[in-house]
Structure formats: C-alpha cells, structure tokens
C-alpha cells in the first residue's frame, strides 16, 4: 500500500514545480530577474588584401642578362591591385586587375613568352602592367589556381621574356 500511495504522489506532482517562499511572509520569492544570454555567432573575419610574391624566371638571352626577378603582387579584393619589382636596377610600379574568360587579349604574352595558351585552363585570371623611371614598361599576364598558387608570363618592352611563378 505504501508504494502506491508513493506513486500517486509521484504522479500527482509530476506537472508541478517548486517555488521558493519566503519564510517570513509566506510569499513567493521574487527570483532575480533572468537574463538570457545568447552567445553571440562566430563572425568571419572580413577579408584582408593578399600579398602575393612572384618569382620571374628567364626565357631568352634579354632576360637572362638581368636575371631571376621577384615581383610583389598586392590584391586588394575589388579585383584590382599593384604590383612593383625591380628590374636592371630600377624600381617598376604599375597594377593588377582580375580578368573574366571573356576578356579576349588573355593569352597573348604566354603565347608570346611561352607558346600555345590552353584556353580552357581553370583558375582566377589575372593581368598586370608596370613602369619604370627609364622607360621599360612590363606587361604580365597569369592564372591562379590556388589562394597564391599559378603561373604566368611576363613580356617586357625591351624583349626580355619571363615566365611567373606565385607560391611561397
């Protein structure tokens, strides 16, 4: 007979809930008043511009009386950026810009520097132009196929013809 009066009990109470009372008043205790807290969502960090470096390879006998060169390749997320190197001494500045598929001169300097262009080659397309203070201008084309991967060609105006390297 205990056990069922226990699970009656048991039963009976089961919907309801404990509140404090004071002792004093017999009142209800008035709780602190409850704050939820959400935890704010992790937010992505906003993106930051990339500075890429390229390395510049020699492809003829212009080139390689200057050498291996390094050029710095600074995105700034709005498909556009700068992009500088030093060239026989000289300092070179000039820009980048992201270019679509249907940008129709993607492709001549590689041809031009390297060859046949496989069109159909995936990646992020890019070309970039620089100037010196003694005239030599650079005109540069490339395809990224990673954060800071690819490759590219380079056709500067005194003849000298370098294939682009990006990667750490």
């Known amino acids: 007979m205990h056990a069922s009066v226990t699970a009656t009990c048991v039963a009976a109470l ?13 009142r209800p205790l008035r709780s602190a008043d409850t704050v939820a807290v959400v935890p704010a969502g992790v937010q992505p960090l906003p ?7 390229a390395r510049l390879y020699p492809m003829n006998e212009v080139a390689q009386q ?17 992009f500088a190197l030093q060239y026989r001494g000289a300092p070179m500045q000039g820009e980048s810009t992201r ?7 993607f ?7 390297l060859g046949a ?10 070309i970039a132009n620089a100037y010196g203070s003694n005239g030599t201008h650079a005109a540069c084309e490339y395809q990224l196929t990673g ?4 490759t590219g060609a380079c056709l ?7 294939q682009m390297h990006f990667g750490q």
């Open 156 to 162: 500067f105006s005194d003849g000298a013809k370098y």
């Open 47 to 53: 993106p930051v511009p990339a500075v890429m470096q």
């Open 147 to 150: 954060p800071a991967i690819g």
């Open 117 to 126: 262009w496989g069109r159909d080659a995936g990646g992020r397309r890019g």
């Open 14 to 26: 089961s919907a309801c809930y404990v509140v404090p009372i004071d002792p004093h008043t017999g």
């Open 66 to 82: 200057a050498g291996m060169l390094v050029a710095q390749v600074h995105d700034g997320l709005n498909n556009r950026g700068t």
């Open 107 to 113: 492709g001549r300097i590689h041809q031009q520097v």
């Open 99 to 105: 270019v679509d598929a249907s940008y129709t001169g």
